[in-house]
């Protein structure tokens, strides 16, 4: 990708989206290892004293199954912050990746690591704007996530 600066940003509020995204990235693997240790625990737990009841399995399989899918949206925004960071050391942070225009502040305070301007962002997730090869395989949760 090319080096785009965005002019729009000071090198100050870069700095600051940074300590944004560094703050947030703390906090998610934090959840994330909490919401791992209270699985697996449950999950030892659990076999030591097997549920009688089909009902207590179904519904211990589906707290499980519902930390797993916590667990891997906090790993896609993860992600995310991780490209948001690579993107402030390369230049290109700030900058919409599908039509190269600055991304208003207020949607960068919101989502730090948004892609996206917001016109772009709704038309993705509408299914009208075709995924670049590099762009991830997952479905797109920015302009939901924070806001």
Request: net charge negative; with cysteine.
């Amino acid at each position: 990708m090319a080096n785009r600066n965005n002019n729009s940003l000071t090198r100050e509020e870069l700095e600051t989206f940074k300590q944004l995204l560094l703050i947030k990235r703390i906090e998610i693997l934090s959840t994330v290892m909490s919401m791992e240790d209270e699985t697996l625990r449950k999950l030892r737990t659990d076999l030591s004293n097997m549920p009688i009841h089909l009902a207590d399995l179904g519904s211990e399989n589906f707290e499980i199954e519902n930390a797993i899918d916590l667990m891997d949206s906090e790993k896609r925004i993860l992600t995310e912050i991780e490209d948001a960071l690579d993107r402030i050391e390369d230049g290109t942070y700030g900058i919409c990746q599908n039509d190269d225009v600055p991304i208003p502040k207020a949607r960068l305070e919101a989502i730090p690591w948004a892609r996206y301007c917001i016109a772009c962002a709704s038309l993705r997730e509408k299914g009208n704007i075709p995924r670049r090869e590099n762009q991830f395989n997952f479905p797109d949760n920015e302009t939901t996530d924070m806001q």
